[in-house]
Each structure stands twice: as C-alpha cells, then as structure tokens.
C-alpha cells in the first residue's frame, strides 16, 4: 500500500489512494458545475394578441418548454391592454401578435402604447410577429412595425382558411416563430 509521505492529524499516514479518490471525486464536481453554468436556460416566453395568438398559442405550448399565452379574437392596438399575469410570470421574452384588425390606416401611437405597457413592468425583449401574407397584411404595417424599434419575425407566406385571414394550419408558422425564439 502506497503512503503520503508525512504525517495525518493523529501522526498516522494517509493513504494516496484514498487521497486520489477525494481528488477525483471533486474534479467531477467541479466539472459538473461548470457544465450546469455554461448550458443556456430556454427563455420564459409569453405571447399576447389578437385571434393569431389564439391559434399560434397552442403550438407554440408544444414547442416552448417556458410559455404562457392570451388572444383575443379582433383585438385591435387601439384598445389593447396588456395582460395582468404577464408582470407575474416574468418571461425574458414577450411575443406580441397585433396589428392585422387595424385597417389600412394603423395608428402609431396605439403601438408605442403597448410597448410602454410593457416596458413598464420591468420587461425589455420584446418582438412583434408580423402576421401573414395576404389580402389585409399592408406595407403600412410593415412599415409602422420597423420604426417601433423592437425585434420582428417576419411575416410568411402560409396557405390561408377560407376566410382568407387566418392559416389553414398553425403548425409550420409556429414552428418558424420557435426556431427564430431559439436563435435569439
């Protein structure tokens, strides 16, 4: 049997083996730790809008680990309040889907309120969801969306229902917006 050379507490020696397995046991420690630090945390996520939110809430839930969500069907900015569980829940990240239920003529100062809303509870990483391409998706809005100066996740092209507004499926518009939540 190997020995330290010296003396324990009680003048008897201590045995390297024992001293090696203390060793190691506190590298695979130390390493563990390291490794729990560096993995990134998936984001608290919420969303809130209009009949969008309504139909990407749901898929969204399947994808997003961390999520919460509210929609209500024609909600406009005009007369939007944010939701009271948002300061509560705490996300890092807010998903807000409005607009579309605007017209032609989108009010600026509509949107800029919601944000201070948010804002005001302490959140700051905000993105806005354009909504889909097609008949009542304008370049106004678009437009109006670019100078609010907030992260967007762009519109897309999807097949629409027969009410030519809403998707025939949310599916792969709720799997784009994951994608762009896990890319930061």
Same mark, same amino acid.
């Given at each position: 049997?190997?020995?330290?050379?010296?003396?324990?507490?009680?003048?008897?020696?201590?045995?390297?083996?024992?001293?090696?397995?203390?060793?190691?046991?506190?590298?695979?420690?130390?390493?563990?730790?390291?490794?729990?630090? %560096?993995?990134?945390? *998936?984001?608290?996520?919420? =969303?809130?809008?209009? #009949?969008?939110? @309504?139909?990407? +809430?749901?898929?969204?839930?399947?994808?997003?680990?961390?999520?919460?969500?509210?929609?209500?069907?024609?909600?406009?900015?005009?007369?939007?309040?944010?939701? %009271?569980?948002?300061? *509560?829940?705490?996300?890092? =990240?807010?998903?807000? #889907?409005?607009? @579309?239920?605007? +017209?032609?003529?989108?009010?600026?100062?509509?949107?800029?309120?919601?944000?201070?809303?948010?804002?005001?509870t302490g959140l700051s990483n905000i993105v806005w969801i354009e909504p889909p391409v097609g008949p009542r998706f304008t370049l106004r809005l678009h437009n109006l969306l670019a100078t609010l100066g907030v992260r967007i996740i762009p519109a897309v092209t999807t097949p629409l229902a027969t009410d030519r507004l809403h998707p025939?499926?949310?599916?792969?518009?709720?799997?784009?917006?994951?994608?762009?939540?896990?890319?930061?």
């Amino acid at each position: 049997m190997a020995y330290v050379a010296g003396r324990g507490r009680r003048g008897g020696e201590i045995p390297w083996k024992a001293l090696a397995g203390i060793g190691l046991i506190l590298g695979a420690a130390a390493a563990l730790m390291r490794a729990k630090r %560096s993995e990134p945390k *998936a984001p608290r996520v919420a =969303l809130i809008g209009d #009949s969008y939110a @309504v139909g990407l +809430g749901p898929e969204l839930q399947k994808l997003l680990p961390d999520f919460k969500f509210e929609g209500r069907v024609g909600a406009g900015t005009h007369s939007y309040l944010v939701p %009271s569980w948002i300061a *509560a829940f705490k996300p890092t =990240l807010v998903l807000v #889907s409005l607009g @579309v239920n605007d +017209g032609a003529d989108p009010h600026r100062n509509d949107y800029v309120e919601i944000l201070r809303q948010l804002y005001a509870t302490g959140l700051s990483n905000i993105v806005w969801i354009e909504p889909p391409v097609g008949p009542r998706f304008t370049l106004r809005l678009h437009n109006l969306l670019a100078t609010l100066g907030v992260r967007i996740i762009p519109a897309v092209t999807t097949p629409l229902a027969t009410d030519r507004l809403h998707p025939s499926s949310y599916v792969p518009w709720a799997q784009e917006i994951a994608r762009a939540v896990a890319n930061g």
